[in-house]
C-alpha cells in the first residue's frame, strides 16, 4: 500500500499532496516539512531509499523518492510495494505529466495542481496502484478532459449569446440557462 | 428577484479561480496568511451563491488551500453539494476535494450514500470512475456496508475501466466492512483470469494485499497464481504475485521446490525483479541468487563513481540479504567482508541496511572485532539518528539470546561505559538497562561492574554537564543501584557516597534521585559495617552526620518519591545517631534492612507457581455465547491473525520421578562445570580460581584520577587478553586431548573433532544465568473461507464443503456450485469423481457425450492436507422451490504401499435464497413495482431478536442476497431478483425484540419459502 505521494520543490514548498490515510492539516504540514528535510539533506549520488520519518510511521514504512530539477516526488510505502516497482512508478507519472502539459515544469504544477490530482487518480487509487500503463492512463485522461471541455464548451456558448448589456432580454434568457443546467 | 440572482451570478463568473489565487499568493509572500484569509472570506461568499458553478470554483481553491495546511472542514457541505451535480466537470471537482478532506469522524459523509449510489450506476463510465476514485479514499464502515453490493455489481461491468477500479476498491471495503469478503471472494476469482490485464492486475493486486494478513485461506489459490506467473508479462503483476508467494511458502513447502526453475528464469530474465522474491524456498535456489546478489554488490562497490543506480541495487542487494539471513545464516555470514564494507558506505541508508545485517554475522569469535569497528563508526557519525541506530545494534547484537556471543562480560561493561560518553543519544536507558541487566545475572562481573560505576557516579558532571544530554543520565539510574545493591564490591564505599550525595544531583530527574536516595541509604549500611569495625567511633558519627547535612537538600525536592524516599531514610539516621552518641552498634541492624539479594526473574515464572486446588482453568467462568452467535463474529476474524487460542499443553504432566532425574543431572553439570557460580556458596573464589581469567586484571582503572572516564584503550584491551585467553584455553584443550587420546587407545573413547577452532570451542569467561525459559510454540492462525454451510459431507478422509450456490446471472436456468474439498488424511487423494443423482428439476451439467448418469472428475488431486475448489454447473428447471440433490464422490487412496477405493454420499442443498441475485433498486422503481399490482403478499413475524436494526438488515442481505431500498429509522424496504426474473420485496420492521417482514413477489410459493429460509437464520441465533 502507498500511504502519501508528496510532491515539493527544492525548498520544500507543496506542490502536491495526497494522503491515503486521514491526518489533520497540522500533521500533514508537519510529515512534509519532514520528508523535505530528510530528503533534502541527501546527495545527488545515493540511493532513491531511505527509511520514513516518525510521523509517518517509522521504519515500517519507506519513502522512495525521485529529484527532477527543481522538484521532489516522494512516495511512502509500506512492505507489499516494491522498491524498484515504485521507482519506475514516479517515471511513469513524471512521464505522463510530460506528455499531459507538454514540457511539464513546476509553474504547471503550481496553477494546475487539480489536473495533477486527475492525473495521479488514474494510476493511483486508494493507495493501491490502479494503472501502470502510460497510453492507457492518457487516454483516459484525455477523454475525461473532452467531456469537461464539452461542458463548458456548451456553457461558453450560452453566455456569448446573451448579452449581458441588455438586461431586460437577459431576464428570459437566464431562466432559460437556470432551468438548463438544472436539467443536465 | 430572479434579476438579482441572476446578476449576481453573471459577476460572479469574473470571480478568481484556482490560477488567481495561485498567482495572488505568489505576488502577497509579506503577508501570505492576511491575503489566504481575504481569500477565504470571499470563498465563503461564493459558497453562499445559488450557481453550482460558483460553488465548484471556490471548492476547487479550498482543495489547494487544504494543500497549504488550512483547515477547510467547514466546507464539507457545500464540498457535497459540489459532488452532487450532475455535470461531470464540478463533480470531479468536488469529489477530488472530499477525497483529500473527508474522513471517518466527517459527520456529512452519511448524506452522500445516496450520491455515491447514483453516480456508480450512472451511465457515464467517467461518473463511475470518478465516483469510486472519491469513495476509495473516504470510505468509512457505513459506506462499506452500504455500498458493497453495488460495488460488486460493478466487477461485472462491462467496461475495463470500471471493473478495475471495482475490484481496487474492494479491498478498502473488506477492510472497512469484513463480511462483504466471503460473498465477492468468488468474484474476486474469476477477476484474476479476466481478459483485460489492467483488471487482472488489480485482483492481483488485492488478493495480495488480503494474502498478507492472512495467507493461509489463499493457499487454494497457489495453482492459479502460479500459471498467472508464467504466462503474465506484466512486471508489475509478476511482482505482486512474487511477493504472494513470499507470503504462502513458509506455509506449504512443496511450493518453494516447484517455483524454483521459474523464478530462475525471471531472475535471467529479468534481473530487477530479484528484489521483489523475498521467499527462498531451497538451498540451489538461495544460492543462484545469493551469488548473484553478491555479485552485485561486489560489482557496485567495486566502481570508483558511485551513480545512484548502482546505490540502488546496493541497497536493494542489501535488502534481500537480510530477508535471506532470517533463513539462511550461514550462506550469508560468507558474504561478512562484504557487507562490513558497506558499513562505510557514504549513502546512509545503505550503512543502516548493512547494519540489520550485522545481527546474524557474528560469532562468539568475531563478536569484539566487529563492536569494536561499529565503536569506531560511533566516533565518525554525525548526525544522532545514525549515531543512535548505531547504539542500538551494538547493545542488539551483545545482548542476542542471552549474551549468547558474548565471552568477556569486562569487555561488554567497558564498552557500555564508552557509550556513555555518546553525546544526545535518547538512549540512555537502554545502556542503563543493560548494565543492570549484566550486573545482576552474571555475579561474577559484579566487582568490576561495581568499580566501573563507582567511577560513572564520580564523574557524574560529565553526563549532566549540559542539557543536551539528558537523555544519557539514565545510566546513572543504573550506576546507582549496582553501586548501591552490590556496595560490599565497593573499594572506597565513603568516596561513592558523598559522590552520591553531592548537591548537584537535585538537578537530575526525579526517579533517579529517588534512586540515588535509597542506594545512599544501602550505601551508609556498608559504610557503618566497615567502619564499626574499627575501634574508632568517630569515624562512623561522621558518617551519620553526613547523611544528615546532605539529605534535607533531597527532602525539599519537588518530586514526591524523593521526598518520601529523603524523609524516611533522614529520620532513620537520625535515630542511628541517638544511638551511636549511646555507644551502641548498630551496623548489622542496619544492615539488616537491605539484608537478602534481590534476584532476576524468569519471564515464565508464573508458570512455576502452583494452580490452587479447586481452580479449573478450563472452566468458563461465564456462560459460552452460543454457538450461533460465534458463527456469525466469524467473518470479523477474516483479518485476524490469530487463531483462537487452544488449550496450552500441561508442563504438569513430567512425573515427579523424571523431575528428580533431570535436577540430578543439573547438578551434575553444575558440579562439573568450573565456570557455573551461582550453587557455589564462595562465588567470589570460584571466579578467581576459574582457568584462562586468572590475567584479567581485576579492578585496573586508576581511582585517584577521577575525571577521566575510562575509555576506548580499555575496550581493546580486552581483545588482546581475550586472545591470550582463548590461546591458553586451546593449549588447556589440547592436552586434554591428548589424554583423552590416551583413554582412546586404552579403550572406548568418544568421537571428537579436534579441527581448527569452531564456534564451541570458545568457552565464555563469564556465564549467564540464563532465565529464559522454552517458549511455547506460537499458533499460525487458520481461518477457513468456508460459508453458508448448506451441504457438508465429512469422513475421516476429506471433507467437501459446499461454500457457495450462486445462480448465474446471464442464463436463468443455471446455478454454480462451488465446492471445497479437503484431504484430512495422511495419504494421497486422486481420481476424485463427483456424481449427484439428477431430479426432474436439477440436473448436473456433464460434458457432450457422456450419460446422464456418469460422475464428474474433479481437475485435481489432493496431497494430505491440501484444499482445493471446485465448481459444479447445475442446471434447474424451476426456482420456486428448494430442492436436495443426493450425490456421491468417490476417490482413491493411496498409500506408499497400497491404494483403495472409497465413497462418500453427501446431499447438496439447494435452497431457495440461492436463486436470489443481489440487484440494486431505487426507491421510486421500487415503488413503482409496489404499485404494479401483480405481486402477491405475504407475511411473517420473529420473535425474540435481539440484535441492532443495522445488524439485521446486514444478515439478510448477505445470508439472502437481498440489498437495501431506502430505510426510515426502524423500517427498510429491501430488494432482491431473482435468477429467473422474479421480484421480491421485502418491509422489515422491528419494534422492541419483534420483527415483521411483509413480502411481496410475483411468485408465492417462492417468496414463502424464502421466509421460511429467513425465519430459520435468524431462529438459528
Not at chain 2, 19 to 36: C, F, M, P, T
Not at chain 2, 932 to 947: A, F, H, P
Request: net charge neutral; proline share 4%.
Amino acid at each position: 500500500m502507498i500511504k502519501a505521494i508528496l510532491i515539493f520543490n527544492n525548498h520544500g514548498k507543496p506542490r502536491l499532496s495526497k494522503f491515503y490515510e486521514h491526518y489533520n492539516e497540522d500533521t500533514e504540514q508537519q510529515i512534509i516539512r519532514e520528508t523535505f528535510h530528510l530528503v533534502s539533506k541527501r546527495d545527488e549520488n545515493v540511493c532513491n531509499f531511505l527509511e520514513g520519518g516518525m510521523l509517518i510511521g517509522g521504519s515500517d514504512y519507506k519513502l522512495i523518492y525521485r529529484h527532477y530539477a527543481t522538484l521532489y516526488f516522494v512516495f511512502c510505502v509500506d512492505s507489499s510495494e516494491s522498491e524498484l516497482g515504485i521507482l519506475d512508478l514516479i517515471q511513469v507519472f513524471v512521464e505522463t505529466l510530460d506528455k499531459c502539459f507538454e514540457n511539464v515544469c513546476e509553474l504547471d504544477l503550481i496553477f494546475h495542481v487539480d489536473k495533477v490530482h486527475n492525473i495521479l487518480a488514474e494510476m493511483v487509487m486508494g493507495g493501491m496502484v490502479l494503472e501502470t500503463n502510460m497510453n492507457e492512463i492518457i487516454t483516459q485522461v484525455d477523454a475525461q478532459n473532452k467531456m469537461e471541455k464539452s461542458e463548458v464548451m456548451c456553457f461558453v456558448t450560452f453566455i456569448n449569446q446573451c448579452p449581458c448589456l441588455d438586461i431586460c432580454s437577459m431576464q428570459g434568457h437566464c431562466f432559460a440557462f437556470h432551468t438548463a443546467s438544472a436539467s443536465r | 428577484m430572479a434579476l438579482k440572482i441572476v446578476k449576481g451570478s453573471i459577476d460572479r463568473m469574473f470571480d478568481k479561480n484556482l490560477q488567481d489565487l495561485v498567482r495572488g499568493i505568489r505576488n502577497h509572500k509579506e503577508d501570505e496568511a492576511k491575503y489566504i484569509s481575504t481569500c477565504i472570506d470571499e470563498i465563503k461568499q461564493e459558497l453562499k451563491q445559488d450557481n453550482i458553478a460558483v460553488k465548484a470554483n471556490a471548492v476547487c481553491k479550498l482543495t489547494y488551500l487544504q494543500m497549504l495546511g488550512y483547515d477547510v472542514s467547514w466546507a464539507a457541505f457545500n464540498i457535497v453539494e459540489v459532488m452532487s451535480s450532475s455535470k461531470f466537470t464540478y463533480k470531479r471537482i468536488g469529489y477530488l476535494a472530499a477525497s483529500q478532506c473527508f474522513h471517518e469522524s466527517t459527520d456529512v459523509i452519511m448524506l452522500t450514500t445516496n450520491q455515491i449510489r447514483k453516480d456508480l450506476s450512472s451511465p457515464n463510465q467517467y461518473d463511475t470512475g470518478v465516483a469510486l476514485t472519491g469513495l476509495s479514499c473516504f470510505v468509512t464502515p457505513d459506506l462499506a456496508r452500504d455500498l458493497a453490493n453495488d460495488i460488486m455489481t460493478l466487477m461485472s461491468h462491462t467496461k475495463p475501466y470500471i471493473r478495475k477500479k471495482a475490484v481496487l476498491i474492494m479491498y478498502k471495503v473488506f477492510l472497512k466492512y469484513p463480511e462483504s469478503l466471503r460473498p465477492a471472494f468468488p468474484r474476486l476469482k474469476e477477476k484474476l483470469e479476466d481478459p483485460d490485464p489492467g483488471v487482472q492486475s488489480a485482483a492481483v493486486n488485492v488478493i495480495c494485499e488480503l494474502a498478507r494478513r492472512n495467507p493461509k485461506n489463499y493457499l487454494s489459490l497457489a495453482p492459479l497464481f502460479f500459471k498467472l506467473m508464467t504466462s503474465s508479462t506484466n512486471n508489475w503483476v509478476l511482482i505482486k504475485i512474487i511477493k504472494l508467494f513470499g507470503a504462502l511458502t513458509p506455509l506449504e513447502p512443496r511450493l518453494g521446490k516447484k517455483l524454483i526453475e521459474p523464478l530462475t528464469n525471471l531472475i535471467h530474465r529479468k534481473i530487477h525483479i530479484f528484489s521483489s522474491h523475498k521467499m527462498l524456498c531451497s538451498q540451489s535456489h538461495l544460492i543462484v541468487s545469493l551469488s548473484r546478489i553478491a555479485v552485485l554488490i561486489s560489482l557496485s562497490s567495486g566502481m570508483p563513481n558511485h551513480s545512484a543506480s548502482i546505490q540502488v541495487m546496493k541497497y536493494l542487494g542489501l535488502l534481500a540479504m537480510s530477508k535471506i539471513l532470517k533463513t539462511h545464516p550461514k550462506s550469508v555470514q560468507s558474504h561478512k567482508d562484504l557487507i562490513l564494507q558497506c558499513l562505510d558506505d557514504k549513502d546512509e541508508s545503505i550503512r543502516l541496511r548493512a547494519l540489520d545485517l550485522l545481527y546474524g554475522m557474528v560469532s562468539k569469535k568475531n563478536l569484539m572485532e566487529i563492536v569494536k569497528k561499529l565503536m569506531l563508526h560511533v566516533d565518525k557519525a554525525e548526525g544522532t539518528t545514525y549515531r543512535d541506530e548505531l547504539l542500538t545494534k551494538i547493545i542488539d547484537i551483545c545482548s542476542q539470546s542471552n549474551y549468547q556471543y558474548i565471552t568477556n562480560f569486562e569487555w561488554y561493561i567497558s564498552i557500555l561505559v564508552e557509550l556513555t560518553r555518546l553525546e544526545g543519544t535518547r538512549h540512555g536507558h537502554l545502556i542503563a538497562s543493560q548494565m543492570l541487566d549484566v550486573a545482576i545475572r552474571v555475579r561474577a562481573i559484579r566487582v568490576f561492574a561495581v568499580a566501573q560505576m563507582a567511577t560513572l557516579l564520580d564523574n557524574a558532571h560529565l553526563l549532566t554537564g549540559n542539557m543536551q544530554r539528558m537523555g544519557i543520565c539514565e545510566v546513572l539510574y543504573a550506576a546507582a543501584w549496582i553501586c548501591g545493591e552490590f556496595s560490599e564490591h565497593l573499594e572506597n564505599p565513603m568516596q561513592t557516597l558523598e559522590a552520591m550525595l553531592r548537591p548537584k544531583v537535585a538537578t537530575l530527574p526525579g526517579h533517579i534521585q529517588a534512586v540515588y536516595v535509597q542506594n545512599a541509604a544501602k550505601l551508609f549500611a556498608t559504610v557503618l559495617k566497615n567502619q564499626e569495625g574499627n575501634t574508632d567511633s568517630t569515624a562512623a558519627q561522621e558518617t551519620s552526620q553526613l547523611m544528615i547535612d546532605r539529605l534535607p537538600l533531597f527532602v525539599q525536592s519537588a518530586n514526591l518519591e524523593v521526598q518520601e524516599r529523603a524523609s524516611c531514610i533522614l529520620q532513620l539516621v537520625k535515630y542511628i545517631q541517638k544511638l551511636q552518641q549511646k555507644d551502641v552498634e548498630v551496623a548489622e541492624e542496619v544492615c539488616a534492612l537491605f539484608a537478602g539479594e534481590l534476584n532476576p526473574v524468569a519471564p515464565k515464572a508464573q508458570k512455576k507457581v502452583p494452580v490452587p486446588e479447586g481452580l479449573d482453568l478450563d472452566a468458563w467462568i461465564n456462560e459460552p455465547p452460543s454457538e450461533s452467535e460465534s458463527e456469525d463474529e466469524q467473518p470479523k476474524a477474516i483479518f485476524a491473525k490469530e487463531e483462537p487460542k487452544h488449550s496450552r499443553p500441561r508442563h504438569t504432566e513430567v512425573d515427579e520421578k523424571e523431575l528428580a532425574r533431570r535436577r540430578e543431572a543439573r547438578k551434575q553439570e553444575q558440579a562439573n562445570n568450573p565456570f557455573y557460580i551461582k550453587a557455589s556458596p564462595s562465588s567470589q573464589k570460584a571466579y578467581q580460581e576459574a582457568p584462562g581469567v586468572e590475567h584479567i586484571p581485576v579492578v585496573q582503572i586508576d581511582l585517584s584520577v577521577p575525571l577521566k572516564v575510562p575509555g576506548l584503550p580499555m575496550s581493546d584491551q580486552y581483545v588482546k587478553l581475550e586472545e591470550e585467553r582463548r590461546q591458553k584455553e586451546r593449549a588447556d584443550k589440547k592436552k586434554k586431548e591428548k589424554k583423552k587420546r590416551k583413554e582412546k587407545r586404552s579403550g572406548r573413547g568418544r568421537k571428537h573433532d579436534s579441527g581448527p577452532e569452531s564456534e564451541e570451542d570458545i568457552t565464555p569467561a563469564h556465564m549467564v544465568d540464563i532465565v529464559t525459559e522454552e517458549m511455547p510454540e506460537v499458533h499460525r492462525s487458520c481461518l477457513n473461507i468456508t460459508m453458508n454451510l448448506k451441504g457438508n459431507a465429512r469422513t475421516n478422509m476429506i471433507s467437501a464443503k459446499v461454500y457457495d450456490i450462486q445462480g448465474n446471472l446471464q442464463d436463468g436456468s443455471q446455478v454454480v456450485v462451488s465446492v471445497i474439498f479437503e484431504n484430512k488424511c495422511d495419504s494421497f487423494l486422486k481420481s476424485m469423481e463427483f456424481n449427484v443423482l439428477d431430479s426432474l428439476n436439477s440436473k448436473l451439467q456433464r460434458p457432450e457425450g457422456s450419460g446422464p448418469h456418469d460422475g464428474l472428475t474433479v481437475p485435481f488431486q489432493l496431497p494430505p492436507g491440501v484444499s482445493n475448489e471446485a465448481r459444479f454447473v447445475f442446471t434447474v428447471q424451476s426456482i420456486v422451490m428448494p430442492q436436495k440433490l443426493k450425490g456421491t464422490l468417490t476417490f482413491i487412496v493411496k498409500n506408499e504401499d497400497s491404494s483403495t477405493h472409497e465413497k462418500l454420499d453427501f446431499k447438496l442443498h439447494f435452497t431457495c435464497t440461492s436463486y436470489l441475485i443481489t440487484t440494486p433498486c431505487y426507491s421510486d422503481a421500487f415503488a413503482k413495482l409496489l404499485e404494479s399490482g401483480d405481486l402477491k403478499c405475504s407475511s411473517v413475524r420473529l420473535e425474540g431478536v435481539i440484535m441492532p436494526f443495522h445488524h439485521l438488515l446486514a444478515r439478510i442481505c448477505f445470508h439472502h442476497h437481498f440489498s437495501v431500498v431506502e430505510r426510515i429509522d426502524s423500517c427498510a424496504s429491501m430488494y432482491s431478483r431473482s435468477i429467473q426474473g422474479h421480484h421480491v420485496c421485502l418491509l422489515v420492521k422491528t419494534s422492541g425484540q419483534t420483527v415483521s417482514i411483509d413480502a411481496k413477489c410475483d411468485e408465492p410459493t417462492l417468496l414463502g419459502n424464502v421466509l421460511d429460509e429467513i425465519k430459520q437464520t435468524f431462529s438459528q441465533c
